[in-house]
Structure formats: structure tokens, C-alpha cells
Nanobody, 129 residues
């Protein structure tokens, strides 16, 4: 069983920055697709970024492109989501997820809730003045 642990959420003003971290005690994240997703009450969970386990390729939907950046630190066994220029509409619970199965195409095709196998409990990000 893979336990994913998110951290780094909090309250930030519009235009501010936050960096979320995803760790997995006792499990090596290297080689797996890792994704960041978010959800607000009453809405479906949506992808905000994913990173490939093989070539490091990444995917961002248009609404975060240029503002969010996903990265992997293999030495620290951690995946980060750097969030800049935050907007009020970025307020959500952010989840880290891992795909345990092989992929057969680009990361774009696999950055979706149904493609992930393990989930963290989430960390709340609130963007408010």
C-alpha cells in the first residue's frame, strides 16, 4: 500500500505563492507518474499537473499553465507543486496522486483522476485577501 502525504497548504493572498510537497514514507516515488489534483465542494476533482515517471515530461491544463510548476526531487523522494500568481479561484483542497500502472502514451493522456491508483488525504489551499 502506498501512503501519499501532502503538505504546504495554507492561506495566501491573491498574487502570492505556495509550494506543495508530496512524500511517500517507505515508498520510492521515482519511476511513477505523480499528479496534483484539486477539488472544491460541489465540483469534480480536476487535474492541475502531472509528471512522468520515465522522462520527466509534464502536463498542465490551460488554467494553471505559466503559473504552476511540478518538479521531482529524487534525493528527497518528494514531488513539488510550485504555485505562483495565485488567484481566488485556486482555492481548493489539493491532492497528490500516484499511478501504479505503466503508461503507453504521453503524460497528457494519463493526467486524470481515473488514471491514478493512490491518493493522499489532501491539503487545503485558501487564496483570499
Amino acid at each position: 500500500q502506498v501512503q501519499l502525504v501532502e503538505s504546504g497548504g495554507g492561506l495566501v493572498q491573491p498574487g502570492g505563492t505556495l509550494r506543495l510537497s508530496c512524500g511517500a514514507p517507505g515508498f520510492v516515488l521515482d519511476g511513477y507518474v505523480i499528479g496534483w489534483f484539486r477539488q472544491v465542494p460541489g465540483k469534480e476533482r480536476e487535474a492541475v499537473s502531472c509528471i512522468s515517471g520515465s522522462d520527466g515530461s509534464t502536463y498542465y491544463p490551460d488554467f494553471v499553465k505559466g503559473r504552476f510548476s511540478i518538479s521531482r526531487d529524487r534525493a528527497k523522494n518528494t514531488v513539488y507543486l510550485q504555485m505562483n500568481s495565485l488567484k481566488v479561484e485556486d482555492t481548493a483542497v489539493y491532492y497528490c496522486a500516484l499511478r501504479g500502472r505503466q503508461i503507453f502514451g504521453t503524460i497528457t493522456s494519463y493526467c486524470a483522476t481515473g488514471a491514478m491508483d493512490y491518493w493522499g488525504k489532501g491539503t487545503l489551499v485558501t487564496v483570499s485577501s
